[in-house]
Each structure stands twice: as structure tokens, then as C-alpha cells.
């Protein structure tokens, strides 16, 4: 999670964009460009002044340095509120209401905190998951041959790496194959910061939380070998931290090949919540997606709460981006969530298991329902 509150401002005085130093400006000078808001015509900046004037203040931004299709870069400039154009293949039709409990819940029932306790203890054990840390790579190595131990309960479940140009730490995709080729997709991203690329950055609930949430739905999936209708997917984000790097890199090869995307729900920061309800996001999100998950969160789950996060916040604004369908669930309100994150104080400690817990369980509702899609 990536804080928001003072985007507007930032926005107000950002300057026009000053061109790059060269073409390549990038590769000879390090800069990176970055939007915080739809208004922003983006700032050339380097690394470091991510961290130290963006992610330390609780600025959040898009590193859109690497976005070159003109569709998308209309989308992250579309004020909120304007529903974009819609650039998945075909429009979704979302139930009025959850109608597969018999499949759902005895597949609920199996979810449980002990592994992922045991994986977010891993997790928090490097020194942190900074993207661009050689503890950020292993970390990802760790998490791929996890998932696919994990996996490797039904052999018809896909493990793949997808690495990015930029930086050494790959995002890590998990595939069950369903009936059709027709994507639904649950996403959280893995790394963490604390400022520097050597900071401590335990990274318990943001994001090592989530990874543990979706992670734990693919275990329980994997284990009954459930077989979707529609395909499923897992998404452990690379680079979220460097403004949504690896999401970004991930949509736009997916809109690149035409596939269909029914439905993407992140969710980042599933540990900490005073309130004791799921919050579903809604800003720069799809409102009918938001609208459907809610359902399923309160039918399964119990009340829910809504509040919003911002330009950026994470990493369902790359599936929006690139025209598809994305919602956004998290632990509480932007007020009430961990105020231990983007520090060393993020840690194991801190987390509320029953938090993790009712994530995934609604992550496992959430997969069966849409399966259906
Ligand atoms: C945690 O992940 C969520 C979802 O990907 C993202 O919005 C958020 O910014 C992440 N938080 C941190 C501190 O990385
Ligand atoms: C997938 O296709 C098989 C073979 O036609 C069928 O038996 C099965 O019910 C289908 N599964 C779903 C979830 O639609």
C-alpha cells in the first residue's frame, strides 16, 4: 500500500514535464518518469528521489517511463470518476448476486492461517524485498519455488517467473487452466521498502500479507484440485514500490496479446484492522467489479467498509490502466491500516491473523464465484 492524501497538492504545482536528456535518457542518466495524478504530466526523477521525496513522504506515483501505448497513457490520464473506455475483448455482465456457496464453501473450510504464518515469517526474515536489493531477488526465487511447491498439488497448475528489463526481481504468475481462456485474476505484490535498497523493510502487511492471502487461496485450490470454468490466475507483483512497475509491465503484455481479463482483485495489506472489516476501494477502480466483490465479501464474509486510496495506490491500477476490469480490497480505511508500513516497525508482530484469515476466505469465494463468470 502506498499512501495518497497529498497527491492533489502535488499535483497543483508539478511542473510540465521536462523532456529527458536524450532518447534514451533513461539508460545514460538513471531518471525515471513519474506521474502522481491524472493532471501530472509527469517529473523526471532519479531512484533515489523516488524514496526520498515521493515513498518517504507518502506521495504515491506511476513510474510511467516504460508506458508507450498511447490508450493507456489516455486511461492514467483520466480524472476519476470518468469510467475509461473499456479495452478488454468483451464487456462482463457481473451476477446480482453470489450463487455458488455449494462449491464455495466447503473449499472455504480448508482455509487456514498456519502456512501462511510459516511463509510470511520467511518473508519478513530477509532484510527486505526492495526491488532492486539482491535479498529483493532471492526473496522472489524463495516465493517462485513456494508457489509451485505449493502447486505442485495438481499437476495441471502453471508456474511461471515474468521478468522485468529495469530490475533483477521477477513477478512470479500462477495458473489454473480452466474450461476457457477467459481471466480472472487475484493479485498482491511482494516486495517492500523502507527507503534504501539496503533499509530494513520487513514488509509484514505491506506486502507480505497479501502475498500470504492469495497464496494460501491458491493452496487450497491446488489441494482440491479445483477446475474452474473460467482460468485462474495468481499474481505475486514485483516492484509495486517503484510505482507499480511490475503490474504495469504484466497488463500491458496482456492487452499486447488480446487476453481477457473478467476480473482483477488485488489486495495489499490484509493484516492489520482495527475495524474488523474488508474495505473495498473505489476510486480508480471499475465500479461494477467493486460493486460484485462487495456482494460476495458481505454474503460470505460479513459487513464490509469502503473508503479511497488515491492516484496509484496499487497495483489494480495497472489492470485498470490497460482497460480491464480491477478492483481493490484491503485490511481497513487509509486511516485505520497499519501505521507501521514503509518502516522496520512493519513487522510479523503487528499482524492480525484473523485479518489474514477472512481475506482468504473471501479470495477463495471471491475465485469460485467468478470462475463462473
Ligand atoms: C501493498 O500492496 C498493495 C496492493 O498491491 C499496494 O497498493 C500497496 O501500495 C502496497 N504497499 C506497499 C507498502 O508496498
Ligand atoms: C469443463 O468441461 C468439462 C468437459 O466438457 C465439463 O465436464 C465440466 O463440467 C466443465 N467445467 C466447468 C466448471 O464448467
Redesign the pocket.
Known sequence: ???STLCTVLAGSASLAVAAPAADGKLTTGLRLIKTSPEDPGTWVTEEDKMTKY?AKKL?FIDITDITDPEVLAILSTPDGQEPEKLAVRAVTYPTSPTRQSTANPLISQVSTSSPQSWLTTLTGYNNRHYKSSTGTSSATWLFNTVKSVAAANSKITVRQFTHSAFNQPSIIATIPGNTTDLVIV???F???AGSSTARSP?A???G??TVTILEALRVLANAKYAPKNTLEFHF?AG??GG?LG?AAIFSNYKSARKNVLAML????TGYSPNGKITFYTDYVDSSLTTYATKIATSYIGATASDR?GYG?????SARSNGFPAA?A?EDKMATSSPY??TSN?AYSTIQWPAVLRHAKFTVAFLVEASFL
Open positions: 500500500m502506498r499512501f515513498i504515491q493479485g498482491a505484490h516486495d517492500s521498502t514488509g502487511d505491506d506486502n500479507s497479501g507483483y509495486e514500490e507499480l503490474s488485488n489486495q495489499d495489506m486510496c495506490c496499487s497495483d489494480h491500477a481493490y484491503c508500513i514503509h512493519d
